[in-house]
């Protein structure tokens, strides 16, 4: 443990702050180490004689619908066969025991090497069980070392008890590197990829590779994690992620005819058991965002893909009461997610459709009437909150934190041979395996082909009737907003104003737009133009946990190329530094004052206040108005949408916009003018621990 970066990180935060979080980590390990003495040497892989059956939901695939993203799927694929994996900005690394990473932000921490026999690294208990397991394994199979952040080389300990483990403890190290991997998120794309040899389509391997490499990879996972040991068994909700994934996988290898023997079988359904049993034991009930809502849909496909017992039917049931319940608390009347983030609302997002589908596909001894009226109508808004925040491009903008969460990837978009994280158009596909809307077709094109082929399977072929009338818009969907009639008040103290010419007038033709004023995001497009600007609360019950320093910024895109775009996350932990900087004020294009931030950082990496106090006082076709007082004084913004001009005018100290010819000018005619302009400077981060030089 490195005292001088948690003393760095520790003299960031005020006192109290810093006190609440050092008891908080000394209790944890306290705690932890009691649990070490009390499991030393017991065996808690859970009793794998007892072999229960693993149910199916999950449709076969036609081919149609894998073969427009069969190359980008065979690629990928080639590489999970090798071991190498490309997760959270790591590029595609080989993960194996004993090897030398590249390193994070000049940081290298040298992994030890393997023994030979993997199971001496793990506590007394659980080494008899675990050879057993490795004996099921191919001989010629390279283990993966599950325990390594591959990127800064440093490894957790797999004999340790989970709860007695640290992060943020040593400066470039982040625990998010294995929890990702450790999600197995790989698995279902290697079931894909075997169904698609089924099919004979070609440029894949054989279908023993796959069916074998799935099997090895499994029973290597599962030896080298026993339940309540190591980094793997820290997050109730990485948990239930995997959990969710192995069984899709599970189930689309079973689907396509792969067959299992009893003995992986057995060690497989007690692997599900023991991750239902974890993270029904350890559900983030003290504060209820993303982390408990996928944690719920995680359980519910343990419960219902296991038989029905007294233990699984509660879960079933306790599932689908919190899933109703979390629906409508997390995500908003308008469709956004409460944290204020939009990839946050991805995830959440997957992981509720997924859910909910599987639910409305149980047998008929396991259904119930789960889901109150205008349940899935919350669903069909979240859908069409990605929709709108999809620019041409295919990417989605960056509001909030940006940290690559998925839940369920089966085909994940591909761009330069690497996984495209902006690209959100799938959530819009899986919404459609129940709506089954023309727009949501043409919205989510070839990338929500499989998802929404999934999800009509899980739901059995039920689908939710939209709510909207035939020829209906969105409710979001030309909403003008006035609060206010004339403005009260002293004219601004200063103002200035940046006017952007346009390369013609096509742009703006057929402009349409779009309002979230629960999420707080208003939003303008076309098909060559994409405008946004970002005003309301942090949501999140106040926590601001995802959320940022952004108020009154803006996104612009003119036919594909990003003139004004946020700078997304960058990375969480590793570098609190880089955290604070990409949540900053300093690191967005709205108006600010000067060497002052109108939220404070340094509540902790994962808190902001909400104090900025913004509002919309007005929307509509041709412009937008808005302020916040996070300052201590108004701070506001205009947008006009003219003819072939786009003009943003800041005012400062006053909720009344500036005269035009009270503010000082400027005007730009492309994407390096306006960034000038506006003082944007910050790096852009394209996904977690990206970041481009350039941009």
């Known amino acids: 443990m490195s005292l001088k970066h948690l003393i760095t990180h520790a003299r960031s935060m005020p006192i109290g702050a810093a006190v609440a979080k050092g008891s908080r980590v000394i209790g944890r390990t306290i705690l932890g180490q009691s649990r070490q003495l009390l499991t030393k040497g017991r065996d808690t892989f859970g009793d794998s004689q007892a072999l229960r059956e693993i149910a199916t939901y999950v449709p076969g695939l036609p081919p149609d619908v894998t073969e427009p993203q069969a190359e980008a799927l065979a690629a990928l694929c080639q590489h999970y066969l090798g071991h190498r994996f490309d997760l959270l900005g790591s590029g595609w690394v080989t993960v194996s025991h004993g090897m030398a990473a590249l390193g994070f932000e000049r940081q290298v921490y040298k992994a030890p090497q393997a023994p030979t026999d993997l199971t001496s690294l793990l506590n007394p208990g659980n080494r008899s069980h675990a050879q057993k397991i490795r004996a099921q394994i191919a001989a010629d199979y390279v283990p993966i070392d599950w325990q390594i952040d591959f990127k800064s080389g440093y490894r957790w300990q797999e004999n340790h008890v989970s709860s007695r483990l640290q992060y943020g403890h040593e400066p470039g190290v982040d625990i998010k590197v294995p929890w990702e991997l450790a999600r197995l998120q790989h698995l279902p794309q290697l079931a894909v990829a075997y169904a698609a040899c089924r099919m004979g389509l070609e440029g894949f391997e054989t279908i023993e590779t796959y069916q074998d490499e799935f099997q090895n990879q499994v029973l290597d996972f599962i030896a080298a994690n026993p339940p309540g040991f190591g980094v793997n068994w820290f997050s109730a909700m990485d948990v239930a992620i995997r959990a969710a994934n192995l069984l899709i996988a599970f189930d689309l290898f079973k689907r396509h005819d792969a067959k299992f023997d009893l003995k992986f079988t057995a060690e497989f359904s007690t692997s599900i058991l023991a991750h239902g049993r974890f993270v029904a034991a350890n559900l983030s009930t003290g504060h209820r965002a ?45 469709g956004g997610n409460f944290e204020g983030s939009t990839n946050y609302h991805r995830l959440s ?54 940290d690559d969460g998925r839940f369920i990837k089966l085909c994940p978009p591909v761009r330069d041979g690497r996984e495209d994280i902006l690209d959100h158009r799938s959530l819009v596909g899986a919404a459609n395996g129940l709506f089954r809307r023309q727009d949501f077709t043409r919205t989510a094109g070839l990338h929500g ?3 929404a082929t999934i999800i009509g399977g899980l739901a059995d072929g039920t689908t939710a009737p939209s709510s909207l009338a035939a020829g209906a818009l969105p409710p979001a969907q030309d909403r003008p907003i006035t609060t206010v009639g004339d403005l009260d008040g002293a004219p601004p103290q200063t103002s200035r104003e940046v006017v952007i010419t346009l390369p013609d007038t096509g742009p703006l033709f057929g402009l349409k737009n779009a309002a979230y004023p629960e999420f707080g995001l208003y939003l303008w497009w076309s098909r060559r133009l994409f405008l946004s600007v970002r005003c309301g609360g942090l949501n999140n019950d106040g926590l601001g946990a995802h959320a940022h320093n952004d108020q009154l910024s803006v996104e612009l895109q003119i036919d594909g190329v990003d003139w004004l775009a946020d700078p997304g996350s960058y990375i969480y932990t590793p570098t609190p530094k880089h955290r604070n900087l990409y949540r900053s004020a300093i690191a967005h294009n709205g108006p600010k004052l000067p060497d002052i931030e109108p939220a404070r950082l340094d509540l902790g990496l994962f808190k902001l206040e909400d104090s900025s106090d913004a509002k919309c006082l007005h929307f509509e076709g041709t412009g937008f108005f808005g302020y916040y007082t996070g300052y201590g004084v108004p701070v506001s913004r205009l947008i006009a949408i003219g003819r072939d001009r786009i003009v943003i005018r800041d005012s400062f100290g006053s909720v009344r916009p500036a005269p035009a010819d009270s503010a000082e000018s400027v005007d730009v005619t492309s994407a390096n003018e306006l960034r000038n302009a506006l003082a944007v400077a910050i790096p852009f981060s394209p996904g977690y621990g990206k970041v481009l030089t350039g941009e």
């Open 290 to 334: 993303n982390h408990y809502l996928t944690e719920i849909c995680g359980l519910l496909f343990v419960a219902a893909y296991l038989p029905a017992t007294t233990e699984t039917d509660g879960w079933l049931a306790e599932g689908i009461r919190e899933l109703t319940t979390e629906v409508k608390r997390q995500f908003m009347v308008d």
């Open 449 to 451: 082909y499989i998802d």
């Open 349 to 402: 997002g997957e992981a509720v459709l997924y859910a909910t589908a599987l639910v409305l596909g149980l047998p008929e001894n396991r259904r119930t009437e789960p889901f109150e009226p205008g349940y899935t109508e919350r669903l069909e808004r979240l859908a069409e909150f990605t929709q709108h925040v999809t620019k041409p491009s295919g990417h989605a903008i960056q509001i909030g934190d940006t």
